[in-house]
């Protein structure tokens, strides 16, 4: 087991097991509530992270004029009904403001894409994901309850 790096937060805390995924940890610490253990100060600590950027797919003047209408038609409708709920006399006036917000959300989101997607001009023609991996996953819980949350775990494995 590795410890979490010294600071306030991880101060007066154990590790107490590992795991290769967070759904494991977490399991674990789920387990100890379930039988009585006090969680509250439990932490689960990322250990070994990393970034990763994985590459969903290639980005074309359609894709980017896509992705920038359909943001832009949820600003228009956002805006047609801020508009419709404060100026908007009746219903159908309302309905007709979501439907113009709509569309020319569309419009300009369309237009913000493609010109978005020029300007890069080549660089960066790919649409990615981003996050945080860990290579595992410690349990640490306050040095008070070491030995019952150890003793518990060692049901789990067992």
């Given at each position: 087991m590795?410890?979490a790096s010294?600071g306030?937060?991880?101060?007066?805390?154990?590790?107490v097991?590992?795991?290769?995924?967070?759904?494991e940890?977490e399991?674990?610490?789920?387990?100890?509530?379930?039988?009585?253990?006090p969680?509250q100060?439990?932490?689960?600590?990322?250990v070994?992270l990393?970034?990763?950027?994985?590459?969903?797919?290639?980005?074309?003047?359609l894709r980017?004029?896509?992705?920038g209408a359909a943001s832009?038609?949820w600003?228009?409708v956002?805006?047609?009904?801020f508009l419709?709920?404060?100026?908007a006399p009746?219903p159908?006036?309302?309905?007709?403001l979501l439907?113009w917000?709509?569309?020319?959300g569309?419009?300009?989101g369309?237009?913000?894409?493609?010109?978005?997607?020029?300007?890069?001009g080549g660089?960066?023609?790919?649409?990615?994901?981003?996050?945080?991996?860990?290579?595992?996953?410690?349990?640490?819980?306050?040095?008070?309850h070491?030995?019952r949350?150890q003793?518990l775990?060692g049901?789990?494995?067992?």
């Open positions: 590795s410890l010294p306030p937060i991880t101060a007066n805390r154990v590790p097991a590992s795991y290769p995924t967070y759904a940890a399991k674990a610490v789920d387990f100890l509530s379930d039988h009585g253990f969680v100060g439990t932490l689960i600590v990322g070994g990393r970034s990763v950027e994985r590459v969903v797919s290639r980005m074309t003047y980017a004029a896509g992705l832009g038609a600003f228009g956002l805006i047609g009904l419709g709920i404060f100026f009746r159908s006036a309302m309905v007709g439907l917000g709509l569309l020319w569309l419009v300009a369309a237009i913000y894409g493609l010109i978005s997607h020029s300007v890069h660089r960066r023609d790919f649409v990615s994901e981003s996050g945080l991996v860990a290579d595992k996953y410690d349990v640490l819980v306050e040095s008070d070491v030995a949350a003793e775990l049901k789990t494995s067992g």
